[in-house]
């Protein structure tokens, strides 16, 4: 196969699988792999705050790199949040014990976003850096994702002042001022595309857009109000770093979320992998193993992890993973179980 000298083999199975390219086994890696399961981030996070974490680039380093090797995972996730981008736009953001993100002064109003400010490019400089330290330190067979919110899950944070059950307020907004509402959604993608790039450009070799919440919509509002707006941001994205799409709840959304674009478009667990690859066609799937199977015993874990290989059918472009980030209470012994088992995997 035609690879610059050494770049096939030093690039490894993830890459290759964004590709869909043939590689030995089924590469695997996990959303939150970095987290509270951890016994090593429970430590350090009793001694430094969540945000203090994110903008301190060795520290954040530090927790990424060794994530990614105690699990023996095929890549690493930058350490980081979706939502801090939000504060050099203006949002205040913090992070409560219990009730998780808190957005100080939410969006209500047209007016709202016409007093969002552009955010600096210099603003996030310490994921930049972040991200170069990141890539010093990894070996070089194991390749580092970068990730952003998607405008639309960006938004809702930025109206509902948090996390939400249904959504109401952002509907509300989107339905009420859709013109306020593009207008916001154009503002988030100017800011994603450069800090995207910007991780790009600092050494993340492959970039996951975060829709998270956009399963809260039917087919007609996703054409409609975040369609446009997601594609624009795949479009100002440098080449060459392979983007992975993925939202929660998206059943009905795959064949459009695939339309707004991604070299690989990631499952969640409501959906089987096999039916929904079908659905999409030619691009490349990532999942979907259900996060709290890794609560349950070896038997249970093997048996549905075996599920989702087996509807892949070890055709090239299937990269393992949850359907969601690890749950806290996640024992790290079943986390490395499956990491063995996917890479043990023979048709
Ligand atoms: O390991 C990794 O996946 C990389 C790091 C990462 C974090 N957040 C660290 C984090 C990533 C990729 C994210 C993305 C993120 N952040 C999403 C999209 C993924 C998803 O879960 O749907 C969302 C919606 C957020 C917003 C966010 N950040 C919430 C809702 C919370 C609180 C809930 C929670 O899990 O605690 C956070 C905080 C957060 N982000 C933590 C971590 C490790 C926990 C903070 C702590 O240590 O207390």
């Given at each position: ?6 770049e096939g083999a030093a690039q490894g199975a993830f890459l290759r699988a964004c590709r869909r390219e043939p590689c030995g086994a089924t590469p695997v890696w996990l959303m939150?792999q ?33 994530a990614a090797r105690?699990i023996g995972a095929d890549a690493a996730i ?60 990894l070996p070089a067979e194991v390749p580092l994702i ?58 993340a070799q492959a970039v996951q ?32 770093a392979p983007v992975i799409?993925f ?15 991604g070299d690989v478009i990631g499952l ?5 992998l096999?039916?929904?690859w ?5 691009v490349a799937v990532q999942g979907n193993l ?15 992890a075996e599920?989702i290989l087996?509807q892949a059918g070890g055709r090239p472009g299937h990269i393992f993973n949850l359907g969601?980030?690890v ?8 986390v490395r179980?499956l990491v063995d088992l996917v890479h043990a995997w023979k048709g």
């Open positions: 196969m035609a690879h610059p000298a050494g939150r970095a987290g509270r399961y951890l016994k090593e981030y429970r430590e350090l996070r009793e001694r430094v705050p969540f945000k203090e974490l994110c903008r301190d680039p060795a520290l954040a380093a530090e927790v990424t790199v060794a105690r930058l350490f980081s949040d979706i939502l801090l981008i939000l504060e050099p736009m203006g949002m205040g953001l913090e992070y409560s014990k219990g009730d998780g993100p808190v957005l100080g002064n939410p969006l209500r109003a047209a007016g709202d976003v016409d007093r969002l400010r552009e955010a600096e490019p210099g603003s996030l400089g310490f994921v930049f850096e972040a991200v170069r330290q990141i890539r010093r330190a970068g990730f952003a919110g998607a405008p639309f899950t960006l938004a809702s944070y930025m109206i509902e002042g948090g996390g939400s059950r249904d959504f109401a307020l952002t509907k509300e907004f989107m339905y009420r001022d859709p013109a306020a509402w593009s207008a916001l959604m154009e503002r988030l993608v100017r800011a994603l595309a450069p800090y995207l790039n910007g991780q790009i450009e600092a050494g857009l975060f829709d998270s919440w956009v399963g809260c919509l039917g087919p007609a509002d996703y054409r409609e109000f975040v369609l446009p707006h997601t594609k624009a941001l795949v479009r100002g994205l440098r080449p060459g799409h939202g929660t709840g998206t059943a009905s959304l795959l064949e459009a979320m695939r339309e707004a674009g969640d667990f409501r959906v089987e096999g039916e929904a079908r659905r999409l066609g030619e259900d996060p709290a199977a890794l609560l349950g015993d070896r038997r249970l874990i093997r048996r549905r599920e087996r969601h980030g749950l806290p209470a996640t024992p790290v012994d079943n179980f």
